[in-house]
């Protein structure tokens, strides 16, 4: 499998959004979908590492495509408010290794 850059990724989304006359959701319902996806991201670690095991006639779902349909999501919110994803995760990133700099114990190297 060939490695993609969230700038390309962005792009895929957007290709194939841009394919249908409805675009787009507005960013309310792009929240509300993040929100579903993530609350079925939780369902799904919580069978695998918790104490809720499924039931016999639940759908054989997996944390890898629940992490999947929450970065589409996330790419169709970011498209949709022309927001540049590799520039907001440099922007956390510098803001994790400033201002966060020393709150976490380091691994001494050796």
């Excluded at 499998?1 to 990724?9: G, N, P």
């Excluded at 054989?60 to 919110?77: H, R, T, V, Y």
Aim: hydrophobic share 35%.
């Amino acid at each position: 499998m060939t490695e993609k850059s969230l700038a390309q990724i962005q792009r895929e989304v957007d290709q194939y959004i841009s394919q249908f006359k409805e675009g787009y959701f507005s960013p309310l319902a792009l929240v509300a979908r993040l929100a579903e996806e993530v609350g079925e991201l939780a369902r799904e670690v919580n069978h695998s590492y918790g104490e809720k095991p499924k039931k016999p006639d639940e759908a054989d779902n997996s944390i890898e495509m629940e992490l999947g349909d929450i970065l589409f999501i996330l790419n169709c919110f970011a498209n949709s408010l022309n927001i540049d994803l590799t520039k907001a995760h440099d922007q956390v990133m510098n803001k994790f290794n400033t201002r966060d700099a020393n709150r976490w114990t380091k691994i001494e190297s050796e």
